[in-house]
């Protein structure tokens, strides 16, 4: 029986669509990436240290389960509603199928035949298969919708962020005695609910962050306060605090990438605002700092050495490199990185996209892999730059892509349906004819 046929399925589909009845289909996926999700992943793995009790709960935590059902549900309510493998695959151009085609090949055939832990990467692969099928099933899903507003999309992230940073709020003021903490001993930077570790907690909120800023700069013109105002504040405060460098770096590229694409600077008033604002963000977020020395941005030493500098990227990534070149076409399976490279401690992924992707997937995956990636890139860069509607939207997509340079925004099923969600929001949406001429969000208190 298939999934469509399935009486309960279909009872429950028909219950999603009349609860969501008049409501953008964008905005019910954005209320379930930006804040259902994050807040049940945070209510399931309430750490206070690196690692769960249980093993097979802490894989399940690695891998980020949840989002994979999460990713799982969304494709079978695509089914329910029309979408098939043979249409989706026809509605698709002859070099996207190649390069979809190479990247299936490459994430297969190295994880069955020259893992040395076959079980644990085709069982990755098969996630990754399942990103894939989401990005179909979010396409789908919206391009099926008649209203494409993505006016409560920013709103709903910076709520999400405010939810998650209230519970964390809570659980940094109230923690249990040690001795109830298995190992004795609380590891703050771990005890972040529902994110592995408080640099991708950073790397979200600075993401947040990046559109916010970017919205204060180039969008409407206002002498008034605005929500969007109030919005960048948390989320930079929240950037600050979680000593996420890597989230700062994305938020200063991503201006300059604006300024260049745009072709104009800010104006004064706005530089200003923005100013006033990031400086009010940092004295908060180092009034609230922890004492642990990792939620600092700057500490004393950290550039003595690249090691210090890089958080000892440079190695992993020297070391990934090489392995790498042990079996360059194919890879050593999906998420072979675990168990493949060494510096001292485990990492699930290089801290690089691209080096994740060559020691996974070897120079085939890797080939597909970058070609869909780019040209989705080229495909929302210009009508997400001139709509000041998705600026915020592709600046936070942007902010996610550059940190998956330094971190693992292309591996965790977190980060990589909330780039999917974006990329697919500003592909619909600027199909729109609304969408053609410029507009000017603003969200006035």
């Known amino acids: 029986m298939s999934i469509s046929q399935h009486t309960g399925f279909s009872k429950l589909s028909m219950q999603i669509q009349a609860a969501t009845a008049g409501v953008s289909v964008i905005t019910v996926l954005g209320l379930a990436i930006a804040i259902i999700m994050p807040v049940a992943e945070a209510a399931i793995y309430p750490t206070y240290m690196h690692t769960m009790r249980l093993a097979w709960i802490e894989w399940t935590r690695l891998q980020e389960i949840p989002y994979v059902l999460f990713e799982a549900v969304v494709i079978a309510f695509a089914v329910q509603r029309g979408m098939t493998l043979r249409l989706a695959w026809k509605g698709l151009s002859h070099d996207v199928r190649l390069a979809l085609l190479a990247l299936v090949i490459g994430i297969f055939v190295g994880s069955i035949f020259t893992s040395n832990l076959p079980a644990f990467t085709v069982a990755a692969s098969c996630i990754s298969i399942v990103n894939l099928l989401f990005a179909l099933a979010a396409a789908h899903l919206l391009g099926q919708s008649r209203n494409s507003s993505v006016a409560m999309l920013m709103p709903l992230m910076v709520c999400g962020l405010v939810i998650l940073s209230c519970y964390t709020a809570l659980r940094f003021a109230f923690p249990p005695p040690t001795h109830l903490v298995w190992g004795g001993v609380i590891e703050w930077p771990s005890a972040i609910p529902g994110f592995i570790s408080v640099r991708h907690f950073g790397s979200w909120s600075g993401a947040i962050a990046a559109g916010m800023g970017v919205q204060i700069l180039f969008g409407a013109k206002s002498g008034r306060f605005e929500l969007s105002h109030l919005f960048y504040f948390i989320a930079a405060a929240v950037t600050v605090w979680t000593g996420t460098r890597a989230a700062i770096l994305a938020m200063i590229v991503i201006f300059l990438i604006t300024c260049i694409s745009l072709r104009r600077l800010p ?179």
């Open 267 to 445: 104006t004064p008033d706005a530089i200003g605002r923005a100013a006033l604002l990031t400086g009010a963000a940092l004295a908060a977020a180092y009034i609230l700092l922890p004492a642990d020395p990792t939620f600092r941005l700057i500490n004393v030493g950290d550039y003595s050495t690249l090691q210090s500098a890089t958080a000892l990227r440079d190695r992993l990534w020297e070391l990934t490199f090489l392995r790498w070149l042990d079996s360059p076409w194919f890879g050593w399976g999906t998420g072979s990185t675990f168990w493949e490279v060494d510096i001292g401690w485990p990492h699930t992924q290089p801290h690089n996209a691209v080096l994740q992707f060559l020691i996974s997937w070897g120079v085939v995956g890797t080939a597909g892999a970058l070609y869909l990636i780019g040209k989705a890139i080229r495909r929302v860069h210009a009508p997400g730059m001139t709509n000041a509607e998705l600026r915020p939207i592709l600046a936070m997509l942007y902010a996610l892509l550059f940190q998956s340079l330094l971190e693992g925004m292309l591996h965790y099923p977190r980060f990589i349906n909330a780039i999917i969600f974006l990329f697919v929001v500003i592909v619909i949406r600027s199909r729109s004819p609304a969408s053609s001429r410029p507009h000017n969000t603003t969200w006035t208190a």
